[in-house]
């Protein structure tokens, strides 16, 4: 154990910094090993030693060393001095301040070229602070590489991010966002068939939509009390009526001149200023002019909204009905352009979504970091099913024709399989199928319920008579009750155990009604208790007949995507024919949703797969 620091004369008494060695002169206690820095106490107060970067605690200032008592302070020293703690004094001594020994912490060596350069000879507290970071840091990146050399590394790791973030403006921020925005509706219009924009609705009892009526509830009973008034002012009235011609004048096409000539000469705001200032106007007339008008250009859908304005006499009611119908007629122009642009769109979605996400990378480098994960793995998973059916086949290891690198395009389809069988709660979705998340979301939850449906129909049709699933009628009526009963399945509070348990007795039921009205014979009380139990064992993911039918789904997707539907469907495998109608209709969205993504992104697939089978095409030449 190191001997104490020797005690040093005051600040202004020894040394040529006030206590300090000598430039050059090596102090005895850093001859030997540096000790160990002292534990901080529960209750003291800290500072950094301007020179040294080790922990001090403040000292209390002797009364001889106060300014200007004689004490011999110099006077470029400091007020206050920072020494290092002294744990054996009692917490109240006062004793004068010792001076600190050279204590260097490790990985935080003095730097002697450092304190020649401090030709005044004054401590800065910004070296010592910033020696002390490094040593810091220093000791944090060598444990945490003990730690990386001690521990085994996963197979699998989530992909560290190939550049270093940066800072980027607002306006760039909202330039990017503005760029995405426009990509995702652009793609929502070109997939989504049945895309439309339908009218904000605020929640019940939401803040916003309470402030929103009382805003609203202001406005127009301020509307009231002006035209109530002797005479009355119509200001805001006037300001309406311009906002109601714009939005006319915005529902007309190019080829509507009259209409336009017409909505101009009509609500001429300088001439209704005048006729108001002149008490000549006649709201009435202006309100009967623009019904007609909204009624000519909206849609038939709103023909019952322009009947009811008609009844309504009063002018503040009837503005605030108008403009009602006016952001309903809004919203029936945006569909109505977005249905007149979708043909125009699809000929140039796949340029624009590409050249958008291309703008988006060039500000964004590691945007493609998730995308490039999934294809590792859809990689490795494929090689090592591979290698697995061939063993599996009895072909022994695997030869060196085996072990070619496999076709982009195959890695492709198996990696979209995998976003069939994803985990969104816990995993992020690849970068450029994150438009799609929702209807992949949506496949996987159907192609869940259709493998649960498939095995129960499989098991109940195995364990009754031979006839029985020839029946078209109670086929049908079958698959009905158990796709009703298994309609929530993926809410968080369904119970699948349970509904099994009433999808048995019901199956039962209908199935011993149908034997006895086809003449078969009827189920005995074992054949139903075995039929029980055989769908109750379905809720496990792991139950044989599940996972025979799910395989076999995959795999009808699977060869729906390497046909790409330039041909009929492929045939569906032997023990799904009840569910083929539905299978086939979610096979082909799939193979659509696929098809599209894979024309927009397949520049950046196609790079990303050439790294990576190159590097397993090196791995298969090292074994060879």
Same mark, same amino acid.
């Given at each position: 154990?190191?001997?104490?620091?020797?005690?040093?004369?005051?600040?202004?008494?020894?040394?040529?910094?006030?206590?300090?060695?000598?430039?050059?002169?090596?102090?005895?206690?850093?001859?030997?090993?540096?000790?160990?820095?002292?534990?901080?106490?529960?209750?003291?107060?800290?500072?950094?030693?301007?020179?040294?970067?080790?922990?001090?605690?403040?000292?209390?200032?002797?009364?001889?060393?106060?300014?200007?008592?004689?004490?011999?302070?110099?006077?470029? +020293?400091?007020?206050?001095?920072?020494?290092?703690? +002294?744990?054996?004094?009692?917490?109240?001594?006062?004793?004068?301040?010792?001076?600190?020994?050279?204590?260097?912490?490790?990985?935080?060596?003095?730097?002697?070229?450092?304190?020649?350069?401090?030709?005044?000879?004054?401590?800065?507290?910004?070296?010592?602070?910033?020696?002390?970071?490094?040593?810091?840091?220093?000791?944090?990146?060598?444990?945490?590489?003990?730690?990386?050399?001690?521990?085994?590394?996963?197979?699998?790791?989530?992909?560290?991010?190939?550049?270093?973030?940066?800072?980027?403006?607002?306006?760039?921020?909202?330039?990017?966002?503005?760029?995405?925005?426009?990509?995702?509706?652009?793609?929502?219009?070109?997939?989504?068939?049945?895309?439309?924009?339908?009218?904000?609705?605020?929640?019940?009892?939401?803040?916003?939509?309470?402030?929103?009526?009382?805003?609203?509830?202001?406005?127009?009973?301020?509307?009231?009390?002006?035209?109530?008034?002797?005479?009355?002012?119509?200001?805001?009235?006037?300001?309406?009526?311009?906002?109601?011609?714009?939005?006319?004048?915005?529902?007309?096409?190019?080829?509507?001149?009259?209409?336009?000539?017409?909505?101009?000469?009509?609500?001429?705001?300088?001439?209704?200023?005048?006729?108001?200032?002149?008490?000549?106007?006649?709201?009435?007339?202006?309100?009967?002019?623009?019904?007609?008008?909204?009624?000519?250009?909206?849609?038939?859908?709103?023909?019952?909204?322009?009947?009811?304005?008609?009844?309504?006499?009063?002018?503040?009611?009837?503005?605030?009905?108008?403009?009602?119908?006016?952001?309903?007629?809004?919203?029936?122009?945006? /569909?109505?352009?977005?249905?007149?642009?979708?043909?125009?769109?699809?000929?140039?979605?796949?340029?624009?979504?590409?050249?958008?996400?291309?703008?988006?990378?060039?500000?964004?480098?590691?945007?493609?970091?998730?995308?490039?994960?999934?294809?590792?793995?859809?990689?490795? +998973?494929?090689?090592?099913?591979?290698?697995?059916?061939?063993?599996?086949?009895?072909?022994?290891?695997?030869?060196?024709?085996?072990?070619?690198?496999?076709?982009?395009?195959?890695?492709?389809?198996?990696?979209?399989?995998?976003?069939?069988?994803?985990?969104?709660?816990?995993?992020?979705?690849?970068?450029?199928?994150?438009?799609?998340?929702?209807?992949?979301?949506?496949?996987?939850?159907?192609?869940?319920?259709?493998?649960?449906?498939?095995?129960?129909?499989?098991?109940?049709?195995?364990?009754?008579?031979?006839?029985?699933?020839?029946?078209?009628?109670?086929?049908?009526?079958?698959?009905?009750?158990?796709?009703?009963?298994?309609?929530?399945?993926?809410?968080?509070?369904? /119970?699948? /155990?349970?509904?099994?348990?009433?999808?048995?007795?019901?199956?039962?039921?209908?199935?011993?009604?149908?034997?006895?009205?086809?003449?078969?014979?009827?189920?005995?009380?074992?054949?139903?208790?075995?039929?029980?139990?055989?769908?109750?064992?379905?809720?496990?993911?792991?139950?044989?007949?599940?996972?025979?039918?799910?395989?076999?789904?995959?795999?009808?997707?699977?060869?729906?995507?390497?046909?790409?539907?330039?041909?009929?469907?492929?045939?569906?495998?032997?023990?799904?024919?009840?569910?083929?109608?539905?299978?086939?209709?979610?096979?082909?969205?799939?193979?659509?949703?696929?098809?599209?993504?894979?024309?927009?992104?397949?520049?950046?697939?196609?790079?990303?797969?050439?790294?990576?089978?190159?590097?397993?095409?090196?791995?298969?030449?090292?074994?060879?």
């Amino acid at each position: 154990m190191a001997a104490p620091a020797p005690r040093s004369p005051p600040p202004g008494r020894g040394g040529r910094l006030g206590g300090f060695p000598e430039r050059g002169s090596r102090s005895s206690a850093a001859l030997g090993p540096p000790p160990l820095p002292p534990r901080r106490p529960p209750e003291s107060r800290w500072c950094v030693w301007p020179s040294l970067g080790a922990p001090a605690r403040l000292a209390p200032r002797s009364p001889r060393y106060r300014r200007g008592n004689g004490g011999g302070q110099r006077p470029g +020293d400091p007020a206050r001095r920072c020494v290092r703690p +002294d744990w054996n004094s009692a917490p109240g001594d006062s004793a004068r301040p010792r001076r600190a020994a050279s204590f260097t912490p490790r990985g935080n060596r003095i730097n002697p070229l450092r304190m020649s350069e401090n030709r005044d000879d004054k401590p800065h507290p910004s070296n010592s602070e910033r020696s002390l970071e490094d040593g810091v840091d220093g000791a944090d990146e060598s444990i945490r590489k003990r730690i990386r050399q001690s521990t085994p590394s996963p197979q699998r790791l989530p992909r560290p991010q190939s550049t270093p973030p940066r800072f980027v403006s607002v306006d760039e921020l909202m330039e990017t966002v503005k760029g995405v925005t426009n990509m995702a509706l652009a793609h929502e219009i070109v997939v989504n068939g049945d895309f439309q924009i339908k009218p904000a609705e605020l929640p019940e009892e939401s803040l916003e939509k309470r402030v929103r009526e009382i805003v609203h509830k202001a406005f127009w009973d301020c509307l009231s009390v002006q035209l109530s008034e002797d005479p009355p002012t119509y200001d805001h009235a006037i300001k309406l009526v311009g906002e109601i011609k714009e939005t006319l004048l915005s529902f007309l096409l190019p080829g509507h001149s009259r209409l336009r000539n017409q909505i101009r000469e009509v609500l001429d705001l300088d001439l209704i200023k005048q006729e108001a200032e002149n008490g000549a106007l006649d709201i009435a007339r202006l309100a009967e002019f623009i019904i007609g008008m909204m009624g000519t250009l909206c849609a038939p859908a709103r023909d019952e909204e322009i009947k009811k304005l008609k009844d309504i006499k009063e002018i503040v009611p009837l503005f605030r009905a108008m403009f009602s119908v006016l952001d309903l007629m809004k919203v029936d122009m945006a /569909n109505f352009a977005v249905t007149s642009i979708r043909p125009h769109l699809m000929h140039q979605s796949v340029e624009y979504e590409r050249k958008n996400f291309q703008e988006f990378f060039e500000k964004q480098p590691n945007a493609l970091d998730f995308v490039t994960q999934w294809l590792e793995e859809a990689s490795e +998973d494929f090689i090592h099913q591979r290698n697995r059916n061939s063993l599996m086949a009895g072909e022994g290891a695997v030869g060196s024709e085996e072990m070619v690198a496999p076709c982009p395009l195959t890695i492709q389809n198996h990696a979209y399989m995998k976003l069939l069988k994803w985990d969104h709660l816990h995993r992020p979705f690849p970068e450029t199928v994150l438009m799609d998340q929702p209807r992949f979301q949506e496949m996987q939850q159907e192609l869940e319920r259709l493998s649960v449906v498939g095995a129960i129909l499989l098991v109940t049709y195995s364990a009754s008579a031979p006839g029985v699933s020839s029946l078209a009628g109670f086929a049908e009526k079958l698959k009905m009750v158990v796709h009703v009963l298994l309609t929530d399945m993926h809410l968080p509070s369904f /119970n699948l /155990n349970e509904a099994l348990a009433t999808i048995g007795e019901k199956v039962c039921v209908e199935v011993t009604g149908c034997l006895a009205q086809c003449g078969f014979t009827p189920f005995t009380a074992d054949k139903e208790i075995a039929l029980k139990g055989q769908i109750q064992a379905i809720a496990s993911p792991d139950d044989p007949i599940r996972k025979l039918v799910d395989a076999r789904i995959q795999a009808f997707l699977e060869a729906c995507l390497a046909s790409s539907l330039q041909k009929s469907l492929p045939a569906v495998p032997g023990g799904l024919g009840p569910i083929q109608k539905e299978l086939e209709e979610v096979a082909i969205k799939f193979a659509r949703l696929v098809n599209y993504n894979r024309m927009v992104f397949s520049p950046y697939y196609d790079a990303i797969l050439s790294k990576i089978l190159k590097v397993e095409g090196s791995r298969v030449s090292v074994s060879l």
